[in-house]
């Protein structure tokens, strides 16, 4: 009489191996997963109540009453927001703001990577005295940012009569020396065969910046220009300090400006739809370059 095979140990104890670690991966897909999604509705939330707030009218925030639903004030309170400006005291319209905003990030994140670009490429591939103690000096000035030489710089640029400019407002923020250290880290990887075979060819300094450097630095400058533009755009003290013109004024300036004293002195739906607004263009930047981001601060083969 045949009797049933029975199933070796081993076996089993493979499957109910396997079977637990298959519970662990998934327990701590889970909790990672879990955590993502809570940190997400952190960040969001406060972003989807800025959102919904710059969709009901004064009273109904006033009131503190705010659903979690759009409400049927949208187009009202952006178009007041966009021709004359939010808060009670209906300050320089966001469209101005923006322009201005926009207009100064630009430039400073454009200077900055061209300064940057310069100076680091000058240390790289010259040999003059003095060439790592410039660099030094440039790398120094990390511990010293606009907030902590505020005093003096404001000083220089009052004696230079470059209030209220376009000039007072973005020179004293174009020297990045953050930039200038991620370009020669970067330049130092280019092979000096490259150096040799364009001089070879007679291409000057000039050509090979062009034809060599500049190409293969497109997705570092990309990548540095995301950054670069959102810190200008972010800026505030020194275009509070510098700037008194209304014309001039930039969103994040124009925004501290619109919050009265009281609550009750705020038009919080128009506040919060230029709030809004001003969240469009970084946003924007960092969604259109997010390719060329990525890339740049990833990629490693030159």
Known sequence: MEGSLATPAPVLQDDALLRATRRRKLVSRIIAHGALILGVLIVAFPIWMTLVG????????GRGDVPLLPGAHAVEN?????????GRTRTTPAQVMLLNSLLMAVLIAVGKILISI?????????????RMAAFWAIFITLML??????????????????????????????ASATA???????FLTIPDE?????????AGPLRFLKDVVLPLSLTNIAALFVILFIYGWNQYLWPLLIINDRSMETIVV????MIGRGDSQNDWNTIMATAVLALLPPVLVVALMQRWFVRGLTETEK
């Open 54 to 61: 710059s969709t009901h009218d004064a009273a109904t925030i």
């Open 78 to 86: 952006y178009t007041t927001a966009w021709n004359e400006g939010g």
């Open 118 to 130: 310069l100076s680091a490429y000058a240390v790289v591939f010259f040999r003059f005295p003095g």
């Open 145 to 174: 940012p606009v907030e902590v030489r505020i005093i003096p710089t404001f000083q220089v640029i009052v004696d230079l009569n470059l209030g209220n400019t376009w000039t007072g407002l973005i020179v004293p923020l174009i």
């Open 180 to 186: 200038t250290l991620l370009f020669r880290q970067f």
């Open 194 to 202: 490259f150096v040799e075979a364009a001089k070879m060819d007679g």
């Open 254 to 257: 124009g925004l501290s400006k």
